[in-house]
């Protein structure tokens, strides 16, 4: 299966930094002053428990916040009416 780029405010497990609590920014910001010199904090993983520094990318815990309607008809509805 090819691998995708994702948008991490897509998905289920993303927070905006606005969400966390002060102390879980507080140690998100030094964390990435430790790991990550020079970035910014764009949000937090639950998923990964770890601050987000990018927004665009590969990601194997990607799972999308927006679920498909299910169907009104199901696929044998529409094979059986077939001319």
């Known amino acids: 299966m090819p691998r995708t780029i994702i948008d991490c405010r ?4 993303y927070r905006y930094p606005e969400e966390l ?3 879980l920014r507080e140690w998100c910001k030094h964390w990435i002053e ?3 010199p ?3 904090l ?4 639950c998923l990964y428990r770890r601050p987000v520094t990018y927004l665009r990318g590969y ?3 990607y799972r999308s916040s927006t679920i498909a309607p299910p169907a009104k008809k199901p696929i044998t509805y529409y094979l059986s009416n077939r001319r």
């Open 10 to 13: 897509g998905c289920i497990y």
């Open 21 to 23: 609590d002060d102390g």
């Open 34 to 36: 430790e790991h990550r």
């Open 38 to 40: 020079g970035g910014r």
């Open 42 to 45: 764009l949000g937090y993983c």
């Open 59 to 61: 990601c194997s815990g």
